[in-house]
């Protein structure tokens, strides 16, 4: 058959163009697994919000104030006291207040406080004055709302996962409510309508920025009783506070509206109408909806913030999400080679975190030499925390093969074999495989076998201890160094590796006691332990600081986002030059 | 024929709890926890929020509790996707789109899939023939997200035809995902027909109605096709099963708020309920299709005996 060439011929190419279409189509397992941030669970393909810093400041605001944007999950619940998961804070972020709010430069502010709270003198007693304001239905907000909806957030019948951890050990009485204790036992009285008094267990430096988090904002005792089992199930059998009010989201649906909340409060300074969030959970489904100008926003994770990255409508936004090597000192009950602290140094230093920055991830990361994030907090009078210690660490392999060469004559080996356990994204290979790579280049008698698992099951093999290096990640709770530091005291749930220091234990215990109250001292006790965690111990070896890119139509304004609770605030966002 | 299906009623309940048995403890030994954040939790805390969903009931109690709970049709309420929420009203709520994209596609994949068959069948090894191969065989081999995200980039976003993505244009938003679906019954449909047609062709009794004088058009339409059809009836299991897989992906590219898309979420964040009542949902689903595809082979074909000799 004179055919047969042709038909060979043409299944060639159809088999070739195949494998072509397969290695182009790889993209779909973006989702968070390739941040394996064990603070914020599995939520970097949401829609990343905006950037202020890139958001150049616009002419005037046009007439029509919509705002298209896409989220990367669903809401998995509305109930403030349930929420756990940063898709559901953020909007509670625009869509309800507390006492206090993030403001444009990430400083709480009283929000529906009205004005700051009377201190006792001890630090223990805080005072809020409520401002005057309503919910979405026109009733009154009042301090009752506050105690409320704190208690319920402890209530083990309702199984807030989020109550206890923010408030237990913070609020006075919280653990024991939230175990079934006597609810009238716990350190929040409504005095008055107005008037609401909290008593905490140990003073708490930061306590006003935990104010504008989720799970401390009020709920209607009224609305939540009669709603019962429907309360928040969808936007309908909810109550707003905040500068937007939720509409159309049924509960379960991958969209929901935000629309202006006419009973805000400061609603003279919301100028965005509505904003329209559909979920879209394909990075390159998001950014063929930003092409076709239907979305005014989209994240871009993995590989595609390389691919973007010369892009003039490219955001960046700098987060205080920390990612290091934990090295483990104890597997299954035996001490590993990374017991001794100067193989522990070596490793440490051993490998290049600027390449790893430029060309592995690219996208705008940071190296990192430090435990606690830079712009995350400030002192006072605005100074970075970053600026006591600067760098701990960094990348030095002639330093590294000596401290490599003395820890393995105090170990008494010439060889040694290290397993490095990491998450299974496209990305996470391609780091830890360069981490491999330059760790094995440098430390001469070095092998690491790497083991690439899914998020869950890294969890696992890290609360077995079950790993000798891991490449692990933590965001923040509260805006305060404390909650980096505080991970790596002696049997701390995120320790899991057997460090201990005695020292390094005294100073976060000062810092959360006694040091309280004296702000310059105390932030000098958490750098020393940074210090001494780092520099002196290289408990963890730090890798990067996280940035994340999304593009961004030059017309959206001011979208400002925060470093821990929700995102993202909407409130002071505008479109200007859209027409 | 009524003993049949009460015969094939009990297998397929059996079936389902044995589904349902099996899902459970595989599911069980899936790693991580359904509590978000349980990573963060102290060991009590965790406990508390545990007793809440009953997640710390002994195995053998959670399963009981489950299967008595399931007997009475009721699929318990979602740990942490939509905490809360009743796993029937959430598939409810999702089952809408699916079903329509789900018999859209079927329906144009089969219906093109049989047209292209019979081309073939009746140009054999000529350029027809070939290219029908050709379009089979990139229908089989394509995964459906890589030919979802083609339809998208191409039919959507270049040529703007259709929406991008997104469920907000009724129809139009249900075409793409339909086409991309439709590949997969289409090459089914396609390969079958045409080697059932060129097998019909060569029988005896086509033949003689080629000697009787029936025209072309008459043999191919009475004669060959209709017994060619039969059995592709017996493929049509395995097709509803291909659009399910596909679904899973084709709905998660096209941003559509069916049940596949939102079966794959529940599975990465540990739903123990939504993962069982979907894959339940899914079981009653294709044990359905497949009862019903073997009552009309029965009808259709009586060579096919049902109920043993009697009937």
């Given at each position: 058959m004179k055919n047969s060439k042709l038909f060979w011929l043409l299944g060639l190419v159809l088999v070739l163009s195949i494998f072509l279409a397969a290695c182009g189509g790889g993209e779909e397992t973006d989702g968070g697994t390739e941040t394996p941030d064990s603070s914020e669970t599995d939520t970097s393909n949401t829609d990343d919000g905006g950037d202020d810093a890139a958001s150049t400041e616009g002419g005037e605001p046009d007439a029509e104030q919509v705002l298209n944007l896409v989220e990367g999950a669903e809401i998995p619940s509305m109930d403030s006291a349930i929420a756990e998961d940063s898709v559901a804070f953020n909007i509670l972020n625009n869509v309800n207040e507390g006492l206090f709010r993030l403001n444009e430069e990430n400083v709480a502010e009283p929000a529906l406080a009205e004005g700051e709270p009377e201190v006792s003198e001890d630090g223990l007693t805080y005072t809020f004055k409520l401002r005057d304001a309503n919910w979405s239905d026109g009733t009154p907000i009042t301090a009752q709302d506050f105690e409320f909806a704190w208690k319920r957030a402890l209530d083990p019948e309702v199984g807030s996962p989020y109550g206890p951890y923010m408030m237990a050990g913070t609020i006075k009485g919280a653990t024991e409510v939230s175990e079934g204790g006597d609810p009238s036992e716990l350190g929040v009285v409504a005095e008055d309508e107005k008037t609401l008094v909290v008593t905490l267990e140990r003073p708490t430096p930061y306590f006003m920025s935990l104010m504008a988090f989720g799970t401390f904002y009020p709920q209607n005792e009224a609305f939540v009783t009669d709603k019962g089992d429907d309360y928040a199930s969808n936007s309908d059998n909810l109550l707003y506070n905040g500068p937007f009010m939720l509409t159309n989201w049924d509960g379960t649906g991958l969209t929901w509206t935000m629309e202006k909340n006419p009973e805000y409060w400061d609603a003279e300074t919301v100028q965005l109408e509505t904003i329209n969030v559909d979920v879209v959970k394909e990075t390159s489904t998001a950014l063929n909806l930003y092409q076709s100008g239907e979305k005014d926003r989209a994240g871009l994770s993995g590989e595609f913030a390389m691919q973007y990255a010369d892009d003039p409508e490219v955001v960046k936004e700098l987060e205080p999400t920390l990612f290091y090597l934990k090295f483990n000192q104890e597997r299954n009950g035996e001490e590993t080679p990374l017991a001794n602290v100067n193989i522990r140094k070596a490793i440490s230093m051993a490998f290049n975190k600027q390449d790893l920055v430029d060309v592995v991830l690219a996208n705008g990361s940071l190296p990192a030499n430090y435990l606690v994030p830079t712009e995350f907090t400030f002192s006072?009078?605005?100074?970075?925390?970053?600026?006591?210690?600067?760098?701990?660490t960094g990348f030095d392999a002639a330093q590294a093969q000596e401290f490599w060469a003395t820890g393995l004559e105090e170990i008494g080996e010439t060889e040694v074999t290290l397993e490095l356990l990491g998450g299974d994204s496209e990305l996470a290979g391609k780091m830890d495989a360069y981490l491999k790579e330059q760790l094995e280049t440098n430390l001469e008698g070095l092998t690491v076998n790497l083991k690439a698992v899914p998020f869950n099951v890294r969890l696992e093999l890290d609360e077995a201890q079950d790993y000798d290096i891991q490449n692990a990640g933590w965001g923040p709770d509260y805006q305060d160094p404390m909650t980096f530091v505080d991970?790596?005291?002696?049997?701390?749930?995120?320790?899991?590796?057997s460090y201990s220091n005695e020292e390094f234990d005294s100073l976060v215990e000062q810092a959360k006691g006694e040091l309280a109250q004296d702000p310059a001292a105390r932030w000098e006790a958490m750098a020393e332990a940074e210090r001494i965690l780092i520099e002196e111990d290289a408990a963890i070896a730090p890798i990067y600081q996280r940035a994340t890119m999304a593009l961004q139509k030059p017309y959206v304004q001011n979208i400002i986002s925060h470093p821990f609770g929700g995102d993202y605030s909407y409130k002071w966002a505008y479109i200007s030059g859209k027409e | 024929m009524a003993r049949y299906i009460g015969k094939r009623i009990i297998y397929m309940v059996i079936t389902l709890a044995l589904i349902a048995t099996f899902t459970f403890f595989l599911m069980k030994i899936?790693?991580?926890?359904?509590?978000?954040s349980a990573d963060k939790l102290s060991p009590e805390q965790r406990a508390v929020v545990e007793a809440r969903y009953g997640l710390n009931d002994p195995l053998p109690v959670q399963y009981f509790n489950y299967m008595f709970g399931l007997v009475q049709g009721d699929l318990g309420v979602s740990i942490n996707q939509f905490k809360g929420a009743n796993v029937t009203d959430v598939i409810l709520s999702r089952m809408g789109p699916s079903a329509q994209i789900g018999f859209q596609g079927m329906v144009l994949g089969t219906v093109l899939g049989i047209l292209l068959g019979m081309i073939a069948a009746l140009r054999q090894n000529s350029w027809v023939d070939y290219s029908s191969t050709v379009v089979a065989i990139i229908g089989i081999s394509i995964p459906s997200f890589v030919f979802a995200s083609m339809l998208q980039y191409f039919l959507g976003l270049k040529l703007g035809w259709f929406p991008v993505a997104l469920w907000k244009d009724g129809f139009m938003s249900s075409v793409l995902p339909s086409i991309a679906l439709a590949m997969f019954p289409l090459a089914t449909a396609a390969r079958f027909i045409r080697t059932e047609m060129i097998e019909v062709l060569g029988s005896d009794y086509i033949t003689l109605a080629k000697a009787k004088g029936a025209s072309g058009s008459e043999i191919a339409f009475k004669h060959a096709f209709r017994n060619a059809l039969i059995p592709l009836i017996t493929v049509l299991g395995p097709m509803a099963v291909g659009i399910l897989t596909g679904s899973l992906v084709v709905e998660q590219i096209f941003a559509i708020p069916g049940i596949g898309e939102q079966f794959v979420k529940s599975i990465m964040v540990n739903d123990f309920s939504i993962i069982m009542g979907t894959t339940i949902f899914f079981s009653v689903f294709l044990i359905l299709v497949i009862l019903i595809v073997d009552i009309m082979y029965g009808i259709i074909d009586p060579r096919i005996r049902l109920s043993g000799g009697k009937s």
């Open positions: 006072e009078d605005g100074e970075d925390f970053r600026e006591i210690n600067g760098d701990l991970l790596f005291v002696t049997g701390a749930s995120h320790n899991l590796m | 899936l790693p991580g926890s359904p509590i978000a």
